[in-house]
């Protein structure tokens, strides 16, 4: 088992660009209808949602940004009028949907939502992957927990109840994620040590063993209770990496501030021509782009990138170099 905190420690080049994300409907966009209200049952999950099952009798949600601003699983700015804790604004971390689960309800209950996949292709064993998956918790939940996280199995996992899965997360988050504005990076490399074929993500812990911390951001109304987290954008990639010492370009370019935040500068030993910079997430997805004759030194905006881990791709005459990078406030 792996334990993680927002820092994760990877080697310093990362070949992942063209690396295959194995999480079908990766950011919940592929949808065979469009629910208008909150889900009452694993079946109208399903019904609603393709490749992705309720991995135990809990009601994951399903939120939207293209459904009419009345129903109350809209966002970012739900309309719902009750007074449990399901209410807060997001933006969708990609596209224009994401789900909600519940992580704890109330002690001594032990109730849980989980969401499950199966994976494109199973994990090969002995190879590196790199498992993340972004959360939110909703604003007027009562409480935040502290073991969020990804389980991988050979098999479905499944439960009859709501009750807690008694299994142990390979990846998961053992600090409290309190942030209720911004999309918060869980992520973890692992070598397989199985065919892996099913990811399934939630609190694996009962409720004697899961830790809350109270929102400071809660209703505190009557039913405004547990622990409820929004999640978006799950990606498993395989990744192949060399040190240092190993790249042969007769160049080399730094990349600063580590971690960065408003911007991104570049800075090279010589001159570089035709030079092409593309920055990506960990899912593959492209958010800048631009191409210069020649360049030594840049600097690129970063401001309107989340929070999260980034690999930058500098691709000139002499070749291509790729940094991991980490934005953070």
Same mark, same amino acid.
């Given at each position: 088992?792996? =334990?993680?905190?927002? *820092?994760?420690?990877? &080697? %310093?080049?990362?070949q992942l660009t063209k690396a295959q994300n194995l999480v079908p409907n990766f950011d919940f966009e592929d949808l065979i209808s469009e629910p208008c209200g909150f889900i009452n049952s694993s079946t109208e999950f399903e019904n609603s949602?393709?490749?992705w099952q309720v991995a135990n009798g809990g009601t994951p949600d399903i939120f939207l940004s293209? *459904? @009419?601003? =009345?129903?109350?699983?809209?966002?970012?700015?739900?309309?719902y009028p009750g007074p449990i804790g399901l209410k807060g604004s997001q933006d969708p971390h990609s596209g224009d949907s994401f789900v909600g689960l519940f992580a704890f309800t109330i002690d001594g209950l032990? !109730?849980? $939502?989980?969401? !499950?996949?199966?994976?494109?292709?199973?994990?090969?064993?002995?190879?590196?992957? *790199?498992?993340?998956?972004?959360?939110? %918790?909703a604003d007027n939940t009562e409480f935040s927990v502290d073991d969020l996280g990804a389980y991988l199995s050979t098999n479905a996992i499944s439960? %009859?109840?709501?009750?807690? %899965? $008694?299994?142990?997360? !390979?990846?998961?988050?053992?600090?409290?994620?309190? $942030?209720?504005?911004?999309?918060v990076q869980i992520a973890d490399t692992i070598i397989a040590d199985e065919n892996f074929e099913f990811i399934t993500i939630g609190n694996f812990n009962d409720d004697?063993?899961?830790?809350?911390?109270?929102?400071?951001?809660s209703a505190g109304c009557v039913g405004c209770y547990g622990a409820y987290y929004f999640i978006d954008d799950i990606s498993i990639s395989p990744l192949s990496s060399t040190t240092i010492n190993e790249i042969?370009?007769? =160049?080399?370019?730094?990349?600063?501030? *580590?971690?960065?935040?408003?911007?991104? &500068?570049? @800075?090279?030993?010589?001159?570089l021509k035709n030079v092409s910079i593309s920055v990506f997430d960990l899912t593959g997805r492209l958010h800048i782009t631009s191409q210069h004759s020649s360049f030594m030194e840049m600097r690129i905006d970063s401001k309107s990138l989340p929070n999260g881990y980034y690999l930058i791709e500098i691709e000139h005459d002499k070749g291509i170099e790729q940094r991991k990078i980490l934005k953070s406030n």
């Open positions: 088992m792996k =334990t993680i905190s927002l *820092i994760v420690s990877l &080697l %310093l080049f990362i949602m393709n490749t293209s *459904i @009419e601003q =009345t129903c109350w699983n809209f966002q970012p700015n739900s309309s032990d !109730q849980r $939502d989980y969401v !499950q996949v199966e994976l494109s292709s199973p994990m090969q064993t002995g190879i590196e992957y *790199i498992v993340e998956f972004y959360v939110s %918790l439960g %009859l109840d709501d009750s807690p %899965l $008694d299994y142990e997360a !390979q990846v998961h988050f053992d600090d409290f994620v309190t $942030d209720t504005e911004n999309w004697a063993n899961t830790s809350t911390q109270e929102n400071p951001g042969n370009f007769d =160049t080399k370019i730094k990349v600063y501030p *580590i971690p960065f935040y408003n911007f991104i &500068l570049l @800075e090279s030993e010589r001159e």
